[in-house]
């Protein structure tokens, strides 16, 4: 496992639980985050790319994207590395980062955001999935059904549809869930108060397209609420994105 | 109960399992809303406000926000009514709606968004309440809590706040849903698999600061993610809500 961020630390610790898979070590150039997640999954560790053992069947590459092919490049350098399947994590980048270097080449995506204090259900965790062989590729779904209910061959562009879509459904939507929080301590009002409204709006979803399940001023036209809202953010800096996802959901009626 | 929408629907029905409550008559405008609602509860119904009965304890204006004040004002002319507590459900409009009408006047608020199809579980959603007097507070506290585990003294000002920021974690995260359905619909992926990283994006801030939970290309400052993003975005339209959010997820950094 190349990376002990927080895909590398949970995925590299799943992976080591499962029966007919085995983590033999963790690399990381941080000493200490290596000594971590090899702690976690009870495996040797090494902060050097040249001591990284030359005879895993799996090299999974979990750093951040600016470095894959960085870590690609160097592995490549390696003994044997060329014979070998090598994946990365990322939704971001795609598989041609890899391929200038190796030729055994694959994705092992899950598409979730993790943190390392909280505890990742795999189970419920999609796996895009893709490889140059066939053979390789067997091999990554066969892995990741042991982890997962849910797995999907998705190429890169597809991949990249996903990752564009993911920053609007996860990271917009928090920084919306930090607007809400800065409007209602500013105003006096316990945030806590909007948490089952929040944990309602994504569990709508689940069943509904969310288009059939928009409410609020904007998609009923109500330009009365709309200028009081406006009038009540004056002055806040979030005049400009209420008016921005008004205009966005006053299309959606045509 | 004066109103058979989303909320009048399922709070006529919630309140008349209460042991110590009961829904003596449902009003609509709407004969076959009327009708089904008062089914639902098993009591009588009329569509005439000069019907609605004198004799009940309380009554809840749970219609639209625009028609709010018309009932009032119709409610204020019925016998008797002069000496009733009336209340409305609605976050979005100020109690003085009611005033210039009726006395005993208050605000009855489940802070929550409902449809018709779904039951809504009473105990989780927080009662924003509010009366003029005293004992018509106690009242609706001590019904809200009967129903739910989460209620809060709430007053005009503070509904308010709290009505803005409902848009900004309700109204607008579900258009970003929308958005990220049509962008992985129109890129021949399944909207399925950004279900889990979507409920994960809401559970997370259940325990967390949603400012401290910001991930993603914006906050981490990553200009070549974001203009990578922007190319795929040319022609979808959602360019600018793009640019607009990623530079509002700019600003927290500061």
């Excluded at 990376?3 to 070590?25: C, E, M």
């Excluded at 409007?183 to 929040?198: N, Q, R, S, Y």
């Excluded at 397209?209 to 009081?228: H, K, L, N, S, Y």
């Amino acid at each position: 496992m190349i990376g002990a961020g927080n895909v590398g630390f949970h995925l590299g610790k799943a992976l080591s639980l499962l029966p007919n898979a085995d983590i033999i070590q963790v690399y990381s150039r941080t000493k200490k985050k290596a000594q971590n997640s090899a702690q976690n999954i009870d495996c040797q560790y090494t902060t050097k790319i040249k001591n990284i053992k030359t005879d895993a069947d799996l090299y999974i590459i979990a750093v951040n994207d600016a470095a894959i092919g960085t870590v690609a490049e160097a592995l490549s350098t390696l003994p044997y590395l060329q014979e070998k399947l090598v994946v990365h994590t990322s939704g971001a980048t795609p598989s041609t980062v890899l391929s200038p270097y190796l030729s055994r080449i694959g994705i092992f995506y899950p598409l979730q955001t993790f943190s390392i204090q909280k505890e990742p259900n795999f189970k419920t965790i999609p796996f895009c999935l893709d490889a140059v062989n066939e053979k390789d590729f067997l091999l990554l779904e066969n892995l990741a059904q042991q982890l997962s209910t849910r797995t999907a061959r998705i190429d890169d562009a597809q991949r990249a549809v996903l990752h564009v879509a993911a920053v609007f459904v996860n990271n917009f939507t928090n920084y919306l869930y930090t607007v809400g929080a800065d409007i209602t301590e500013k105003g006096g009002v316990p945030f806590d108060l909007l948490k089952p409204l929040i944990a309602e709006t994504a569990e709508k979803i689940r069943e509904n397209a969310p288009r059939d399940m928009q409410t609020g001023p904007a998609v009923r036209g109500d330009e009365a609420t709309i200028v009081r809202h406006l009038d009540f953010l004056e002055g806040s800096g979030y005049e400009g994105v209420y008016s921005f996802l008004t205009e966005g959901i006053g299309k959606l009626k045509r």
